[in-house]
């Protein structure tokens, strides 16, 4: 495991963005796994930039989000989908087609939805660079911890301080649905590279019980231990339980 302590944040989002833009240099048809939330906000604005200077080309390039919650159609403003085109896709030149997110709405079936997603990321190649953030609680995508965690895309029931962590985005907790689409620990364990992001004071314990305890999965983040390649890039708040 690569660990890298930053200063600040735009330290810490300009190292993920060289990774992800030295990645899309090298290989033309790069695939992505991607991150939402706050944590991967500036990597993207600093990726925006670096394509304007015309030194990444998406053309070529497939994504695949970790996540997405149930039932929040692709139009709503915290669907996931709306994060990924005001982040990134709506200011780069790739190809709505090459972009994923698992969408299930009420009416679909999550195990089709789940199967389709897991054989879109094999038929694709496999993931070349999976980005991630960590939760408060040790979360990775939305594995949530538990007594037991699955390998490949699957509906999940957020745990409460998910629910609460990202109630921040949503008018009342209330509205924040209850159950997402996530990719498994074995599709996250499965891409080539792993890159993890943790900045602030509350994901100093997170980062610690992940990267200097046990690997348990109570805590998913710890199971990237096991990762042949992984980066984990935190700033000094982050790393301050360390
Ligand atoms: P955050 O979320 O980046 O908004 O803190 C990270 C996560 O819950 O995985």
Redesign the pocket.
Known sequence: MDLKIVDNYSEMSEIAANTVAGLVQSKQAAVLGL??????EGMYARLVEIYREGAIDFNSVKTFNLDEYVGLAPEHPQSYHQYMNKHLFDHVNIKPNNTSIPYCSSNDDPAVVCAEFENKIKQAGGIDLQV?????NG???FNEPASHLRTTTHLVELAEE?IE??SRFFNTVDEVPGKAITMGMGSIMGARKVILLASGKN?AKAVRSSFSGLISTETPASLLQLHREVMVVVDREAASLL
Do not use: Q, R, W, Y
Request: glycine share 22%; charged share 5%.
């Open positions: 991150a939402t939330g706050s944590t991967p991630l953030g960590i939760g408060v979360h990775v995508g998910t962590a990202n994901k």
